[in-house]
């Protein structure tokens, strides 16, 4: 019997854990086709360059009243709710429109609050840092400390 070959690259294997809290959400899904509440876990990208560390968060539909960011001992913390709104936009029950006869029959839109928190570098000017919110896409810019910047030195001959 032949050996099947499945190459195991860190990559594949990442991809398959963050993928894990949609898997275990389709565990709960109900036999009408509508998903029980799980928690809602934006994506999020880490940059490093040799000025600043950034971070991105997708938060779709996020004001950012909605959202809280803190900086304490190194650690960067996000934190925030994303709330269900109406589906087809009536005046009604948010979930089932029930003013306009509406039922929802698939919404896959997650909602909940969270919380990610990010370890940062020792080196980062916590002072500096700056935070916007553009279509749905929340930026930590962290700069560096002068100090902890890439230089190049030159050698003495």
Same mark, same amino acid.
């Given at each position: ?21 949609? @898997?275990?959400? @389709?565990?709960?899904?109900?036999? %009408? ?17 040799? %000025? ?13 009243? %909605? ?25 009604? %029950? ?8 509406? @039922?929802?029959?698939?919404?896959? @839109? ?48």
């Amino acid at each position: 019997m032949p050996l099947a070959n499945y190459p195991l690259t860190p990559h594949l294997s990442l991809k398959e854990f963050t993928d894990l809290p949609h @898997r275990l959400g @389709r565990l709960f899904e109900h036999g %009408d086709g509508i998903e029980s509440s799980v928690a809602f876990t934006p994506p999020v990208g880490v940059v490093e360059t040799n %000025d600043n560390v950034v971070v991105n968060v997708e938060l779709a539909g996020l004001r950012p009243e %909605d959202v809280s960011v803190e900086l304490e001992n190194g650690v960067l913390t996000i934190k925030g709710e994303k709330r269900p709104g109406t589906i087809l936009g009536s005046a009604g %029950d948010a979930e089932t429109g029930s003013e306009n006869n509406e @039922r929802v029959r698939l919404d896959e @839109r997650r909602f909940g609050k969270f919380s990610r928190a990010f370890a940062l570098p020792r080196s980062i000017a916590a002072s500096d840092a700056k935070a916007s919110l553009d279509q749905g896409v929340l930026t930590v810019l962290l700069p560096k400390s002068s100090e902890a910047r890439s230089r190049r030195i030159e050698i003495a001959s």
